[in-house]
């Protein structure tokens, strides 16, 4: 335990066992330091009361899965956390468990949070995980060689998804409209069949689908997200209500983060081999696929959090991109609150 926490503790007892009294200097010492004795005690149990589990839904993403090595190198350990990462398939179903209370917290995309489904709690952006650059993108046949060519073309992007805000955002950097493109709704794995095929003309993936897909087709990579400040961002987020009653253990989970995006930084290889053989890949594949992504260190969540960051805007043009196109048929939540507060203490405490 700290001097400074002990001292503030003590300060009045202290003064109070200094005063002068009338009996022998050793009866004096000894009560001074059975006082002194029993206030630490007290002040030690204050100081050191148990973090309460942690239960936070991971969907299957490489930007999130890099959290799973928290467990092998002890780092949840090392911060007091007790961390269950509950995996779901999908970021709505892992956004949803969240503002249900089955999880104290969740990682998702911004979007997906944006739209989550109304309740009584209000969703809570925590922390930034990751913005992809490069890791999403449009592929298209040979044919096309441009997001301009896509005019009167079919693509499959599932609507309502990040794929859809994906597709708006190359056809806004390219001042197409989305009326003047069809849109398949169809997911991922679907999509890449069907350009595979030939019945589709371009569609939306990820990675490593994405470049693989090219490759098959012997078609181009017309679109990254790596081209644009991307609106695919990537998050931890609560509800209102957890985050007040799990403060203490966010707080310290959101450290925890910093220490492995920190380890992504200072040895990669071992957050990706570790991170890999939990996965059943090699680390080489998982690092590749991670490469598609500005991490969620401290300096990102500076750029995001702080006063008028990219966050708020990035929420205004989400909003403004998904009015464009009503196709997705989404209600967008106007109540999800940018929760910077809690991310700047953590900010704040992290050392190396």
């Not at 930084?265 to 998982?286: C, I, M, R």
């Not at 690092?287 to 006063?307: H, P, T």
Request: proline letters at 3%.
């Amino acid at each position: 335990m700290g001097i400074a926490p002990i001292a503030a503790c003590l300060g009045m007892q202290w003064k109070q066992n200094l005063r002068p009294r009338i009996q022998p200097a050793f009866f004096s010492l000894f009560a001074i330091a059975l006082s002194l004795a029993l206030l630490i005690n007290a002040c030690s149990i204050g100081f050191n009361q148990s973090l309460q589990p942690l239960r936070v839904g991971i969907p299957n993403w490489v930007g999130f899965d890099v959290a799973l090595y928290g467990e092998p190198s002890e780092i949840f350990k090392q911060r007091g956390l007790d961390v269950e990462l509950v995996r779901f398939e999908s970021n709505q179903d892992a956004s949803r468990a969240a503002m249900r209370g089955s999880l104290d917290a969740a990682f998702t995309s911004f979007w997906d949070v944006m739209q989550v489904d109304p309740g009584n709690a209000k969703p809570v952006v925590l922390m930034t995980a990751n913005i992809s650059a490069g890791a999403d993108g449009m592929v298209a046949t040979s044919g096309i060689q441009a997001v301009e060519d896509l005019r009167g073309k079919r693509v499959g992007a599932k609507l309502g998804t990040v794929n859809h805000l994906i597709l708006l955002e190359a056809l806004k950097a390219h001042q197409v409209q989305p009326s003047e493109v069809e849109i398949l709704d169809y997911s991922n794995e679907v999509a890449a069949e069907q350009v595979a095929s030939g019945a589709i003309d371009a569609a939306v993936l990820w990675e490593p689908m994405l470049s693989e897909t090219a490759a098959k087709i012997k078609g181009n990579v017309i679109h990254t997200t790596k081209q644009v400040d991307s609106l695919v961002i990537d998050i931890l987020m609560s509800s209102d209500s957890m985050m007040n009653a799990k403060k203490a253990e966010l707080k310290q989970f959101m450290l925890a983060w910093f220490d492995i995006m920190h380890a992504v930084e200072t040895k990669p290889t071992q957050v990706f081999d570790t991170v890999g053989q939990k996965l059943g890949q090699s680390g080489e594949a998982f690092a590749s696929d991670y490469a598609g992504l500005e991490k969620g260190d401290i300096a990102l969540n500076q750029r995001m959090f702080q006063a008028n960051g990219r966050l708020k805007a990035a929420q205004a043009e989400i909003v403004q991109l998904l009015q464009t196109d009503r196709r997705h048929g989404r209600t967008i939540r106007q109540d999800v609150e940018i929760g910077g507060a809690l991310v700047s203490e953590a900010m704040k405490a992290w050392k190396p």
